[in-house]
């Protein structure tokens, strides 16, 4: 319109010049679409291409000129995106079909690539429909004779793998994109977590395990040795997710840990060390359990600034999707990598000083760590729940009492949950029961409530008993029948009734019948002990504490004996007129000493 404003030309000379210009622009795209086809064509002739017919799939995109024709009208970035995703020797299409033979033959990984990126020309993500549908991107890349399985493979591969190619929920229509996926995201996050937020994460899933029978505590990854306990009771340790195990390596972290912890409670060396057990790691299985708690955390945060990132409703739900399944697999992999069980004994058999720990797989099952390792150790008799009276009089003979007539319970319990060369009892009362059953029986051993002067008393042999106090005494079965046999000794015997002589009438006026004799009156012996006295210092700071204590262990005990007069200032003083049996004088005098009373005693 200028020209005709200033000029005197034509408007017809305009409508040519559109002509014209219209007829160049076919004509120059004519001829790219020829330049383009020249090259594939003698690209694919000089690769011997075997190809029955010319398809998207079979145009190189690595070549120079085919590539730079396809992709000059798009935004910049796309020339790097087909180098890496789509076609090339450094591109992962490329990699897929030299690893895999089956992909290699066909170029299966390659073809889907150039067809995807041919067919689904860059779209925008306003649209409805993105992609090509994949129907006709399989129309597009697979020739006759050819199995469509290989193809769905590689597609399937290459969804995986690849940071830039999309799909739609319903997974039919792909497409490549200049932004990353969520995948690419994912994984660039999941490189940049620490360490330290992937152990603690596994360390807080670890510690919503609960205690479970046979176990009196579960200690999930414990910083230190204090934080175990030391007890007469069965105690798991689950180590932390750095105290790896392997079985080929005598010196793992596990092994290590686990020494310590045992030995060592703090500074001060462990006592009851028969009571512990361990969980420990698979040094081969921690490596995708914390590569796959790393996806999970990297999940975690893509849903945390989901507002920020600006996904759509396809993408917060595939957030969600890979962020639940991601969750149940990091539960799985605990289970699988957890898979040690640490048990620690000593064959008195071999050595008694070496400590030899008994390593076994807990791995598989639906059940949780510690129903898992409890099931294993009571199935290998490394924790026992019942005991026979056999077994417990075969370790007598053995170990405990082989130079003595008998031992005591407290000390017989104390051995069973110090010394690792003995059995792991689940808890005393797996012992109560395996002594009560023996003692109804003349074969195995006795019980006394206490030892006297050469002799123990109240012994019980080859008879029922109801409950067993844990200061009573097991009794060799020698000792206590010879101690029986003495005490049916020194009892006098009956006396045979008078026979009446031969040729007698009866019996004579002067005899007085059995019946109606009066019995002798005997004098009653002398009450002993009849007194009893006691002083204690108190701390200061817990009054309340020391004062129960001793009413509860000694006190109460006075206060049982009959027609006792018991008075309690800052000094004990009892008077019982009728003594006080020997039981309560053992069991008060036992329990002073434990509670180290300074001043107490007995006076008749």
């Known amino acids: ?175 490549y994109d200049t932004r990353p996926t969520l995948r690419k995201t994912v994984a660039d996050r999941a490189t940049q977590i620490a360490a330290s937020d992937v152990e603690y994460e596994i360390e807080n899933r670890l510690k919503k395990l609960r205690k479970e029978a046979p176990f009196a505590g579960v200690h999930i990854c414990p910083g230190s040795s204090l934080d175990i306990t030391d007890d007469q009771a069965v105690r798991l340790v689950i180590l932390r997710p750095a105290d790896e195990y392997k079985a080929s390596t005598q010196d793992s972290r596990a092994s290590q840990v686990a020494v310590d912890f045992l030995n060592n409670r703090g500074t001060a060396p462990r006592i009851y060390r028969n009571m512990l057990a361990f969980i420990a790691p698979d040094q081969d299985m921690m490596a995708s359990l914390k ?23 396809a993408q917060n739900r595939e957030t969600t999707q890979n962020l639940t399944r991601s969750d149940g697999t990091v539960e799985l992999r605990i289970k699988e990598a957890y898979c040690w069980l640490l048990v620690p004994y000593i064959d008195r058999n071999v050595d008694m000083k ?45 170990v405990l ?20 060369y003995l059995p792991r009892l689940a808890g005393y009362e797996v012992l109560e029961e395996s002594i009560r059953s023996g003692l109804n029986s003349p074969e195995y051993f006795a019980l006394a409530a206490g030892l006297g002067q050469n002799r123990f008393i109240d012994l019980k042999y080859n008879q029922p008993v109801g409950t067993i106090d844990h200061s009573s005494y097991l009794v060799k079965v020698a000792a206590a029948q010879k101690q029986i046999a003495e005490d049916q000794a020194s009892q006098p ?32 012996a002398p009450p002993g002990n009849t007194r009893f006295y006691m002083s204690a210092q108190l701390d200061n700071t817990r009054i309340n504490r020391d004062v129960q204590r001793l009413v509860e262990e000694v006190i109460s005990h006075l206060a049982a004996v009959d027609k006792s007069q018991l008075e309690v200032t800052l000094e004990v003083n009892l008077k019982a007129p009728l003594g006080l049996p020997p039981r309560t004088v ?6 002073c000493r434990t509670l180290k009373v300074k001043d107490f005693g007995f006076d008749e």
């Open 291 to 313: 590569q796959e708690t790393r996806l999970y955390l990297a999940w975690k945060s893509i849903k945390e600034d989901s507002e920020d990132l600006g996904l759509d409703a």
């Open 401 to 420: 009492w082989r130079e003595d007539t008998h031992i005591a319970l407290k000390k017989l319990w104390d051995y069973l949950c110090t010394y690792c």
């Open 493 to 524: 015997q009956p006396q045979p009734l008078s026979q009446p002589q031969p040729g007698g009438g009866g019996p004579t006026p002067g005899d007085q019948p059995e019946s109606e004799k009066k019995p002798v009156d005997l004098e009653p």
């Open 1 to 175: 319109e200028r020209l005709v404003s200033c000029y005197p030309i034509h408007p017809e000379f305009f409508d040519r010049l559109y002509e014209d210009w219209a007829t160049l622009e076919r004509f120059q795209r004519t001829r790219g679409v020829l330049r383009l086809m020249a090259a594939v064509i003698h690209e694919l002739w000089m690769g011997n291409d075997a190809g029955l017919m010319i398809m998207p799939g079979s145009i190189p995109m690595d070549v120079p000129g085919v590539r730079d024709e396809l992709t000059r009208h798009l935004p910049e970035g796309w020339n790097s995106l087909v180098d890496r995703e789509v076609d090339g020797k450094r591109s992962i299409p490329y990699q897929k079909d030299q690893t895999t033979p089956r992909y290699g033959q066909k170029l299966a990984a390659r073809r889907v690539a150039r067809a995807i990126m041919l067919g689904s020309a860059p779209t925008v993500k306003e649209q409805s429909v993105r992609g090509i549908e994949s129907s006709r991107m399989r129309l597009g890349l697979i020739q006759p004779g050819e199995s469509i399985a290989d193809f769905n493979d590689a597609l399937n591969t290459l969804h995986t793998s690849l940071a830039y190619l999309y799909t739609n929920p319903s997974g039919d229509h792909f497409w």
């Open 586 to 591: 053992r069991t008060v005098s036992e329990n």
């Open 354 to 398: 070496t400590l030899t720990w008994d390593a076994v797989r807990i791995s598989g099952g639906a059940e949780g760590l510690v129903a898992k390792a409890a099931n294993k150790m009571k199935q290998n008799e490394s924790l026992i729940t019942k005991w026979g009276s056999a077994m417990l009089l075969l370790e007598l003979d053995k």
